[in-house]
């Protein structure tokens, strides 16, 4: 009962939060010129079939739209969807690495309890869209309508994945993913996963987020500092004198994350757990929907 109360909790923070803003239309431009026929269901001979992606079926899906054909060259049942609805389906991540949990007051949230109530309250700004949206990693397919927040709230709660980039697995082509995170891990380890995902023609946002003393290493004195992903213990007796190299490196990941985003045509914004989350929401807003 207290684990279905907090889903609800959090379910209702992200909706109020999602409705201060109109609701999210996720642009397909990229392929609207070249599918058009294609979503209007007049297929062309020999490479139209390209048109048409196959997904298999779930509970809830519509018998009319299976595919007997494809499925009968396997032991599964698969539907049969355009490439212009794959793009209208967004896939969420976040990042449940250690180094999430982490705030540093308590009047703050941590950094994955943002990440959960943003990626929550985009969801629902795309289901009142008619979106579809699906978490990335835990999820075979993206699915709206109603009950689909109440379903990522409950997924959430019960992923017991700790890492700080997501598996390497393959998402539908012209689809988006939405990536929320603190973006701490090596570069070329972030570097491959958007360039993977990217060759794919996969698009994407990346939302870094950042607790403000890790932006200012706001101390004095001497400081213990202790990782949270067995990264050691180390102990600075003035602690000032290393701010000037330390903001340097966090300034450098930072930068090195955004340039990947762009080398790979995707977008990048940063956002602090301080600030209200509606400015993240904003700017989410801004990158996935070009006209408001």
């Not at 009142?128 to 699906?134: F, I, N, S, Y």
Request: glycine share 6%; net charge positive; aromatic share 6%.
């Amino acid at each position: 009962m207290a684990e279905t109360a907090a889903i609800d909790r959090r379910r209702h923070a992200a909706e109020q939060l999602a409705a201060t803003l109109p609701p999210l239309l996720v642009a397909a431009e990229r392929i609207a010129a070249t599918v058009a026929q294609g979503v209007h269901g007049r297929r062309r001979v020999g490479t139209g079939d390209a048109f048409w992606q196959f997904r298999p079926y779930q509970p809830g899906d519509a018998v009319s739209r299976i595919d007997w054909r494809q499925s009968a060259k396997s032991q599964r049942v698969f539907l049969r969807e355009t490439e212009w609805e794959a793009a209208q389906s967004v896939w969420l991540w976040r990042d449940a690495s250690a180094s999430m949990n982490w705030r540093s007051a308590r009047v703050l949230q941590t950094k994955i309890e943002r990440a959960e109530l943003l990626l929550l309250a985009l969801a629902v700004l795309l289901l009142r869209a008619g979106e579809h949206v699906a978490l990335y990693g835990l999820d075979r397919t993206a699915r709206g309508g109603r009950g689909a927040s109440i379903r990522l709230a409950d997924r959430l709660s019960h992923d017991k994945s700790a890492n700080s980039l997501p598996p390497p697995e393959p998402l539908p082509a012209h689809s988006n993913v939405v990536m929320f995170g603190d973006f701490l891990a090596p570069l070329p380890e972030i570097e491959a996963t958007v360039r993977g995902l990217a060759a794919r023609r996969v698009n994407g946002h990346l939302l870094q987020i950042v607790d403000p003393a890790e932006e200012t290493l706001p101390y004095g004195g001497h400081v213990r500092f202790e990782g949270l992903e067995a990264e050691g213990v180390i102990t600075l007796p003035r602690v000032e004198q290393s701010r000037a190299d330390y903001l340097t490196r966090f300034q450098s990941q930072h930068e090195g994350v955004a340039a990947i985003a762009r080398a790979s045509g995707w977008t990048y914004s940063r956002h602090h757990t301080d600030r209200p989350a509606q400015t993240a929401l904003l700017a989410l807003y801004g990158a996935l929907s070009p006209t408001i």
